[in-house]
């Protein structure tokens, strides 16, 4: 059946080829090629181009309120990004989306690894607890924070309380000092991000034959090897996947740290995204945060070119 | 009635018909951020009377308050402008700056009858931008059952509320609760301590406003104030004292519709207490008011002022005060007022000295704010005061 409808046309291509002459076919084959491509091309540079060479001239003009009423914007050269990298906050903030993103990857995808592959073993309520174990994930961002915020209180939070009748202690300032805040908020944002690090890594352990898991226990292997050398060398594409996505929605948080701590105490949880936030919308000096912008545009963009890399030499 | 709403609305409709041409003729909107289910309702029912009287039909536009300028300066730059825009007072002077607003004198509102303080909070540059409806400010707010319970007096200068808050503070109860939290509502709490202490926005870096932190200091050491301050918004602060975590918290009118709902609750306010007995005590002059933002429309701003004259009118301002729990901006609404809710006197009292944020440092406030939240962060967590105000000034004269 599926032969019947490919080959058809192409015949009476063929047939139709020798009234026209062919370069005339071949422009009008490459002309309804780039009819495909054309929707895509113009909907990135509409919603993708223009957007971020905005955002990089923005960030050289003198860009205030009264921009919004005059529509003048004068360029100032350099003067938003010296004006930015003086900051110490730029730097500490910087800092601390290290610290944030990496801290965040580590536990998410640690912790979502050992759930996914637990969940793959048989036992009653697997499916049960696996969807249960979905919920941070349906629970908006904000939400998670406010609930996490009272949670996480010093005096009347429910952790400090339930340590306090283990006879731990319970008076850990979660989120009331700024030495521990950026911990709580990273420990907070694993919370969330289990869910979807362990769904798409179970996805991926269900593609890996059987058989080879059979073949391995035959040959005697240990458990840890056979993760080694089964599970870890087949699930590569997939944690790829996962570790970047993970990245660039980890790089970017700005509502969890808003409702969690507004930045504080003192800056301590201060992030390029939370700093953005500030320079526009709150002091509405859109060309210094358009800077920031820009320094969180090409971290991931360095980021993804190493996605890519990675793809293509995994294609070879 | 009908007949004469008839002829009103085809003579509003006739004199706007050359000029309206992206906006519906008749139908005027205005910007706030009555998101508050209470809030939009009481809002809606006053726009209804007012269309009503002026023969038009008047549009409520409600977004988040931290979205109000953004939103509007999107508008700005889209030319499409709604014909009221309400501002928290803090706010407009930036968009007064950028040429947003028009001068309401000159659209035929009068100032009479309102204080000058208050006026004043309506003005950028000596230009009445926006008629304040009702204002409000900070008092203290006690649990009278405990302090009953423990024989003690309402304080009213530093040292008595030290006190008193140490006395008050046992097992899970804390003396008094604030909000010390990194955001306006910190600010706006600090602001009672720096300026009843001398101290001064234009200036961080001194004695006066280390000292007014150093108190607050003192409250965290002596265990009066929760640590977690640091993280608490003005919300948090009134649940701390609604679950009787708190003998007394400052705070402002309204959080009287929640308070309220707990029945078994016996608050009662004060006068925010000051350094030393004699001392007047400033609080922040807080509230929203009505703008109207330059459209070019000439004859469209001309209606607008009227909506603004109708929902800021004497009749109007009671209303709304009766239902937020705040005090009238006009004097003779003000004093009716005083009679229909004694027990928020002090509140009144509070209202008539405070002072508003932005006649100083004016669009620097925001800079100012951001600088001052830093510091008194820095120092509640550890840091010196005087360090972390000093390192403030620096931050908010760089503008950054």
């Known amino acids: ?18 009234k026209t002459d062919p370069l005339r076919a071949r422009r009008r084959r490459r002309l309804s090629q780039w009819g495909f ?4 091309v113009v909907f990135m540079l509409l919603f993708f181009g223009y957007p971020l060479v905005r955002n990089v001239v923005m960030s050289f003009q003198h860009y205030s309120p009264s921009t919004f009423f005059d529509g003048k914007a004068p360029f100032n050269g350099t003067d938003n990004w010296s004006k930015v990298f003086k900051d110490d906050l730029f730097g500490k903030a910087l800092w601390h989306t290290i610290v944030f993103t990496i801290g965040s990857l580590i536990g998410q995808f640690g912790v979502g690894l050992a759930l996914a592959v637990f969940f793959t073993k048989r036992f009653p309520l697997n499916g049960f607890l696996r969807s249960l174990i979905l919920l941070p994930w349906l629970v908006p961002m904000v939400v998670s924070g406010i609930v996490w915020r009272r949670i996480l209180d010093q005096d009347t939070g429910v952790l400090n309380s339930f340590a306090d009748t283990l006879g731990l202690g319970g008076h850990t300032p979660w989120l009331t000092s700024p030495g521990m805040a950026l911990f709580s908020v990273i420990l907070v944002n694993i919370w969330i991000g289990i869910p979807f690090n362990m769904v798409i890594l179970y996805g991926g ?19 840890w090897r056979t993760f080694r050398s089964i599970t870890l060398p087949l699930l590569k594409p997939v944690i790829t996947v996962v570790l970047v996505l993970g990245f660039m929605s980890t790089i970017k948080i700005l509502d969890l740290i808003l409702a969690l701590t507004d930045g504080g105490p003192a800056d301590s949880t201060q992030t390029l995204g939370t700093l953005t936030y500030q320079n526009s919308f709150v002091q509405l000096d859109f060309g210094a945060g358009a800077v920031v912008g ?9 980021f993804a070119v190493f996605y890519l890399r990675a793809n293509r030499s995994e294609g070879k | 009635m009908a007949p004469l709403t008839v002829v009103s609305v085809l003579v509003a409709g006739a004199a706007l018909a050359g000029c309206g041409q992206q906006r519906d003729a008749n139908v005027y909107t205005v910007l706030n951020s009555s998101t508050d289910d209470s809030y939009h309702g009481w809002d809606a029912a006053t726009l209804g009377r007012c269309s009503k009287q002026l023969g038009i039909s008047i549009e409520q536009q409600s977004v988040p308050a931290a979205q109000v300028m953004t939103k ?31 001068d309401l004198r000159s659209l035929g509102l009068s100032t009479r009858d309102i204080p000058k303080g208050i006026v004043d909070f309506g003005s950028y540059k000596g230009t009445y931008y926006g008629a304040a409806r009702t204002v409000n400010t900070l008092a ?9 319970k423990a024989g003690l007096q309402v304080p009213t200068t530093w040292a008595e509320m030290k006190e008193t808050a140490k006395k008050l503070t046992r097992g899970k109860q804390y003396g008094i609760a604030l909000s010390a939290g990194g955001a306006e509502d910190g600010v706006f709490q600090f602001t009672p301590f720096m300026w009843s202490n001398g101290g001064d926005e234009t200036d961080l870096a001194t004695k006066n406003v280390a000292g007014a932190l150093d108190y607050w200091k003192g409250l965290l050491k002596d265990g009066s104030l929760s640590k977690s301050t640091v993280n608490w918004t003005q919300a948090d602060v009134n649940d701390q004292f609604m679950a009787g975590n708190a003998a007394m918290m400052i705070n402002g009118p309204w959080q009287v519709e929640t308070l309220n709902t707990k029945k078994n609750l016996h608050w009662q306010i004060a006068r925010i207490p000051v350094p030393k007995a004699g001392d007047a005590s400033v609080g922040p002059l807080g509230g929203a008011i009505l703008t109207i933002p330059n459209t070019g429309d000439t004859a469209r701003e001309k209606t607008a002022a009227k909506i603004v004259q109708c929902m800021s009118s004497e009749k109007e301002q009671i209303s709304y005060a009766r239902n937020s729990w705040m005090v009238p901006a006009n004097e003779k609404a003000a004093a009716i007022w005083r009679k229909e809710v004694p027990e928020l006197d002090a509140l009144a009292d509070q209202v008539a000295t405070a002072r508003s944020r932005t ?13 001052l939240q830093s510091a008194f962060q820095s120092a509640l967590t550890g840091q010196n005061s005087e360090a972390a105000l000093k390192k403030a000034q620096a931050r908010a004269t760089s503008g950054n």
Do not use: C, H
């Open chain 2, 72 to 102: 509007s300066l999107r508008m700005a730059s889209s030319k499409s402008l709604p014909d009221v825009i309400q501002f928290d007072a803090s706010e407009m002077p930036t968009f007064a700056e950028a040429g947003g607003l028009v």
């Open chain 1, 205 to 223: 352990l269900q593609e890996i034959p059987k058989e080879l898991y059979e073949a391995a226990s035959l040959d005697g292997a240990s458990a």
């Open chain 2, 140 to 148: 203290l707010f006690y649990n009278k059952d405990i302090l009953d």
């Open chain 2, 359 to 371: 006649t100083k440092v004016g669009a620097r406030w925001t800079s100012v704010s951001l600088a």
């Open chain 1, 37 to 40: 491509i054309a929707p895509a």
């Open chain 1, 294 to 302: 820009n320094v969180l545009i090409l971290i991931s963009a360095v």
């Open chain 1, 1 to 18: 059946m599926s032969t019947t409808t490919v080959t058809a046309p192409a015949a009476r291509r063929a047939v139709s080829g020798k």
